[in-house]
Structure formats: structure tokens, C-alpha cells
T-cell receptor, first 115, second 111 residues
Framework: DAGVIQSPRHEVTEMGQEVTLRCKPI?????LFWYRQTMMRGLELLIY????????DSGMPEDRFSAKMPNASFSTLKIQPSEPRDSAVYFC?????????????FGPGTRLTVT | LAKTTQPISMDSYEGQEVNITCSHN???????ITWYQQFPSQGPRFIIQ???TKVTNEVASLFIPADRKSSTLSLPRVSLSDTAVYYC????????????FGGGTRLMVKP
């Protein structure tokens, strides 16, 4: 298996632009997570899907952020409009919920820079 | 959420055993303890999880005392490539498989 795939790996955009980050989870996994990591705030959980349904989005910073999971093999995280404070590394992770294991598989991340 | 407390940083030398202790005083009955490792410019990677007593795999051992209010990750004979941030997390048994990451312990292995 190729693991969790994220695209793009790097994104540089100007303030006010729309940004879309993409994630392909590991086949067979039924849970998907979006995280954001910065030096100041560490690794924060933004949103969690189970069976394509958003379960907990309490970590989404504000209405400028939205996430979708139209099917089991694809998810997007959109920021519109983007701001410099959104600059961070965004990770997608997937896992299988159904056994008592808490192993999440992380993708390589998307490094977002908003100027 | 069960809050965890672990050292901000640790130094060690190649070939030594490293023990990182984490406290989680308000752990609940259904909670599991899990540890992740993160190298620079990579996503975190699962190392080990446990409920009580001792768990060992090819990478590390996890020691959990009877009261489960703390846990110790043991890395045998570390090498330079073990330099990373190590996160201790309490996985809530009733929260799906959602995890909350804290600040982690930055381990520096020196030659």
C-alpha cells in the first residue's frame, strides 16, 4: 500500500486566495483525520471523519475552514480566504475504527505558506 | 480529555537505554496509552500502545503501573536516528480513535 497520500506537498499562496488540500487515505480505513502543526500551537486536530461522516469538527478554527469527504478514498480541506496565520503543515491521517487500536497512519503533510 | 505531562526535552548518547515517563493522572477505565514518534518534516508514527503492565514490540517497551496514572516508554540502545519528538497520548475508549497530541518530548541522541 502506498500509505496516506497528500497533495500538494508544498503550497505558497497570497492572502485572500482559496487553498484546497487533498488527501487519499489508506484503502480499507474508515476513519480520517486532518491536523495542523505549527511551532506555536503544536499538532492540533482539526476534524475527524468516520465512514465519511464528520464526527468532530470542534478543532476547525473558524468558518474560513471547511472539510469534505465525498467518498471513502478522498477528502479535502479548504481554506477560503486564506490568511498568513494559516501558514502551517497540514497532515492527514487515517485509521481503522473497529478494533481497540489507536494506530493512525499519517501522510507526509502539506506545507502551506500564506504571504 | 485526559491531560498528559512529559518532559519537554531529553538528551542521551548512542547505545544507551532511554526512558521517557509520562503522567496521566485522570486516565479513565476505558482509556489506552499510546506513544508516537515524529521526525522532522514527517508526520507522527505510531510506536506502541498499552492498557496495563508491560508491552514490548520490536521498537520499544511500554511500562504501565497498576494505577495507570503514568507510563514509561523505554527505547533500548538508542542510535542517532532515534532523535525525534516522542508523544504520549491517552486514547479515550469512548471517543472513536480520536487522539489529542500534547507538546511531546524532544529526544536528542548524541554520538
Amino acid at each position: 500500500d502506498a500509505g496516506v497520500i497528500q497533495s500538494p506537498r508544498h503550497e505558497v499562496t497570497e492572502m485572500g486566495q482559496e487553498v484546497t488540500l487533498r488527501c487519499k487515505p489508506i484503502s480499507g480505513h474508515n476513519s480520517l483525520f486532518w491536523y495542523r502543526q505549527t511551532m506555536m500551537r503544536g499538532l492540533e486536530l482539526l476534524i475527524y471523519f468516520n465512514n465519511n461522516v464528520p464526527i468532530d469538527d470542534s478543532g476547525m478554527p473558524e468558518d474560513r475552514f471547511s472539510a469534505k469527504m465525498p467518498n471513502a478514498s478522498f477528502s479535502t480541506l479548504k481554506i477560503q480566504p486564506s490568511e498568513p496565520r494559516d501558514s502551517a503543515v497540514y497532515f492527514c491521517a487515517s485509521s481503522f475504527l473497529g478494533t481497540q487500536t489507536y494506530e493512525q497512519y499519517f501522510g507526509p503533510g502539506t506545507r502551506l505558506t500564506v504571504t | 480529555l485526559a491531560k498528559t505531562t512529559q518532559p519537554i526535552s531529553m538528551d542521551s548518547y548512542e547505545g544507551q537505554e532511554v526512558n521517557i515517563t509520562c503522567s496521566h493522572n485522570n486516565i479513565a477505565t476505558n482509556d489506552y496509552i499510546t506513544w508516537y514518534q515524529q521526525f522532522p518534516s514527517q508526520g507522527p508514527r505510531f510506536i506502541i500502545q498499552g492498557y496495563k503492565t508491560k508491552v514490548t514490540n520490536e521498537v520499544a517497551s511500554l511500562f504501565i503501573p497498576a494505577d495507570r496514572k503514568s507510563s514509561t516508554l523505554s527505547l533500548p540502545r538508542v542510535s542517532l536516528s532515534d532523535t525525534a519528538v516522542y508523544y504520549c497520548l491517552v486514547a479515550r475508549g469512548n471517543a472513536g480513535n480520536m487522539l489529542t497530541f500534547g507538546g511531546g518530548t524532544r529526544l536528542m541522541v548524541k554520538p
